[in-house]
């Protein structure tokens, strides 16, 4: 977030030396908070107030990448309304290293099948967690290695053994895995292991006090790949916590927190694991562990992430060129929709359930409703009519029908002068196509 | 170093709504519900109080719904009858609210009377000791009319009515406030509607708290995030003090959720997408999952396997 001007002036020298080539110090704090000026051409600032004023400047919560393209952290809202959320949470499943290397391989199989396609957008699990818990090295190294070779999405190493750790590390290394977990007892070789092989590493502690203590001694090691983990284990906690780090980082610049945060899921039911998942996707999270790995429980914590994720100022659009649904032939026909993406996939589901092939042109609203579109002046009839000349449907049906939204029936008789196609009035809401299109055919 | 938390200070808080009466109240109910009341974003203890966990209202139709078969198969044959499907809901399945909607009195459908929909509503009353709501078909003009038949018929028992919108408020109000019920204003995700409606009805005599706001939401994967914002939005504009945003907010989950394709096509259908039991079930208590995040205070539910995960997530995160 951008100093202003006098935050800024607190911080020089206050020599009026003009040695900068601004005439005063205040002057020149006006010039670094409209970007005119670099704080190097000052020669006196100091080094503390150097590193005040370079971490003012720094985004509240420091963005951190690993693996196959995850980045989490640089949120800057604690309302996605006040702008947006930037980064999806991270969801990675969990995999012990106390199961045989048969089993290693049948959760691979598992996780690396997590993809899903639905209203023409594609989800993927992001990642891998490989969980120590056999208490033997060589083993855990060795599942950390069969999982590598097992998938290409991101990895998480989780061991609080540093030898452990570096065993099923450094093969892995290129593969910038997260690695954790970094504790009040073993942090100074953690963080070691994680600056040497440039990965970041997940800070943890139990509870709020005992986190900040514990990122400023990381810190002090002159590394700052962090990911937090306050240590609680209950969604009520969990919740809190997430909250209270959200809030430090962003409203007081609290930089011990300036951190993304991980959470993981306490709940031993599956069903009840993805409930308790989706309070922290919502609620802050930037990574997110699991148990479950079964598609029919993944796919609704990816949509409501999805969802939640969205910008707000930019409506998902669909392309607006003629679509078609089903073995479309020259009986088939014509529906007009907007480009609105949740509005286009809505019409599409029940033409789809009609059994009957059909086209379907979305008008380019800018990502608008029907009526949204219709009330701005962005659904009119000679803009549909051109859209209709532009993408040749006159070529590829027989017919001259043409199917319009119920809600603007009010511009059919316009539509159809200037189109000279036949405008037959649709149903007002997507639900009444099914039975609209028995009565067409 | 010492950590000092960021606590926020509201202003003030949402109010308190009682659905039911019992009989010293002047109705039959064997408990009363309260709804509202929360002090402080959901489930943040630590700043302020919610004083009354988020309720579930289980949904009963007078007819025969053409839900998917993994939710009826639940309710055997009791959905042929109204009384023994509220009775399930309760006992079994632990609602704390019965949400019953009268689809028969749709002119285009069985057409029921006024007077067949107010004795349903009698007999549901009767069956079960929870408070009601009770909303109508999709027909305006029927609407009003069975409303103030069931709304006189069960005068004293402070049903929660629905449903009251901007082009049509005024003779369901009208119906609330001369046999003491409590109303539904529904707006169609938008905050300065819900804002007027809420307004419009208060002018025509009708307490703040006999109101419940209903914002429309969307289900999950279409257009939920749509109503989480709004959501977000009314809460944060009651702690802050805006009386006309500060009644508690219904959800209709069920509905909404169920509608989706994901929580109704099988898995041959779409095998990209798991088996259907699961992903119905998480389809519906997701969406209500997300709605609690944002201050719902009664969510109107359908299948009862999504109730028990939504109840648990309710007690997991009303635990202190």
């Known amino acids: 977030m951008a100093l202003t001007g006098l935050e800024i002036y607190k911080q020089l020298p206050k020599k009026n030396c003009g040695e900068c080539g601004v005439p005063t110090c205040l002057a020149f704090a006006m010039a670094l908070a409209s970007g005119k000026a670099a704080l190097d051409t000052c020669p006196y600032v100091t080094a503390a107030a150097r590193e005040a004023l370079d971490s003012a400047a720094a985004p509240p919560i420091k963005a951190i990448k690993f693996g196959n393209g995850s980045v989490i952290g640089d949120e800057n809202v604690l309302f996605r309304h006040d702008k947006t959320f930037y980064h999806p949470t991270t969801l990675i499943i969990r995999l012990s290293d106390t199961l045989s290397d048969e089993e290693v391989g049948v959760k691979l199989q598992e996780i690396n099948g997590l993809e899903f396609d639905r209203v023409g957008l594609h989800y993927s699990i992001d990642g891998v967690a490989v969980v120590h818990e056999s208490g033997d090295a060589a083993r855990y190294a060795k599942v950390a290695g069969l999982v590598a070779a097992g998938t290409d999405k991101s990895l998480l190493l989780l061991s609080s053994d540093p030898i452990a750790l570096k065993a099923a590390l450094v093969p892995v290394a290129s593969r910038k895995p997260l690695i954790g977990e970094a504790t009040a007892d073993n942090y100074e070789a953690m963080v070691n292991l994680a600056k040497e092989n440039s990965v970041p590493i997940i800070i943890k502690a139990e509870g709020l006090e005992a986190l900040d203590d514990l990122v400023v001694k990381a810190q002090a090691l002159d590394y700052k790949e962090f990911v937090l983990d306050p240590g609680s284990r209950t969604a009520v906690q969990t919740l809190e916590n997430l909250t209270h780090l959200r809030r430090l980082s962003i409203k007081k610049k609290f930089r011990p927190f300036g951190y993304p945060v991980i959470a993981y899921t306490s709940n031993s039911e599956p069903l009840d694991e993805i409930m308790e998942a989706s309070v922290y996707v919502a609620k802050y999270a930037s990574v997110v562990v699991l148990n479950t790995s079964v598609k029919s429980h993944i796919l609704p914590l990816m949509t409501i992430r999805q969802n939640l994720y969205t910008d707000p100022q930019k409506p998902i659009q669909v392309e607006p060129i003629l679509h078609s649904v089903g073995d479309v032939n020259e009986d088939s026909p014509l529906y007009i929709t907007t480009n609105f993406s949740l509005t286009y996939y809505s019409v599409e589901g029940e033409v789809e359930t009609s059994k009957i092939p059909s086209y379907i042109l979305p008008i380019d609203t800018d990502g608008t409703s029907v009526l949204t579109a219709y009330a701005a002046g962005k659904f009119e009839p000679e803009k549909i009519a051109e859209a209709m000349n532009a993408c040749g449907i006159a070529d590829k049906v027989k017919h001259r029908n043409v199917i319009i939204p119920g809600y603007v029936a009010v511009i059919s008789g316009k539509l159809s002068e200037v189109s000279g196609w036949k405008v037959v009035v649709g149903p007002r809401e997507s639900s009444g196509i099914v039975s609209f299109s028995k009565s067409i055919s | ?320």
């Open chain 2, 1 to 320: 170093m010492s950590v000092t938390l960021v606590k926020e200070r509201y202003s003030s808080k949402v109010g308190e709504v009682v659905l039911g009466a019992t009989s010293d109240q002047g109705g039959t109910r064997t408990s009363t519900v309260t709804v509202g009341g929360d002090s402080t974003l959901p489930f943040l203890h630590f700043e302020g109080e919610m004083q009354n966990r988020p309720v579930i209202a289980m949904e009963v139709n007078d007819i025969v719904p053409s839900w998917n078969d993994t939710i009826k198969a639940q309710f055997g044959d009791t959905l042929s009858n109204p009384a023994a499907w509220a009775k399930k809901c309760v006992d079994e399945y632990g609602a704390d609210l019965v949400y019953l909607k009268l689809i028969g009195a749709d002119p285009e459908g069985e057409n029921r009377s006024p007077e067949d929909c107010a004795r349903i509503v009698k007999e549901v009353l009767s069956a079960v000791g929870v408070p009601l709501i009770v909303a109508g078909c999709d027909d305006d003009e029927k609407n009003n009319e069975i409303m103030a038949a069931i709304a006189e018929a069960a005068t004293g028992e402070n049903l929660l009515l629905g449903l009251a919108e901007q082009d049509n408020y005024k003779s369901i109000a009208a119906a609330a406030m001369v046999h003491k019920h409590t109303l539904i204003a529904r707006s169609p995700l938008d905050i300065n509607i819900c804002k007027q409606l809420n307004i419009l009805i208060n002018e025509m005599g009708l307490p703040l708290n006999k109101i419940v706001i209903d914002p429309m939401i969307g289900g999950l994967g279409f257009g939920i995030e749509y109503a989480y914002s709004i959501m977000e939005r009314a809460r944060l504009g009651a702690l802050a003090n805006d009386k006309m945003l500060s009644m508690p907010m219904i959800c209709t989950v069920g509905y909404e959720a169920n509608r989706c394709k994901e929580a109704n096509a099988s898995v041959d259908e779409f095998p990209g997408w798991g088996d259907l039991q699961d992903r119905g079930v998480l389809w519906e208590a997701i969406t209500a999952s997300a709605m609690l995040q944002v201050g719902a205070s009664i969510l109107v539910m359908r299948n009862p396997a999504a109730v028990s995960l939504v109840k648990k997530n309710i007690a997991d995160l009303m635990s202190k």
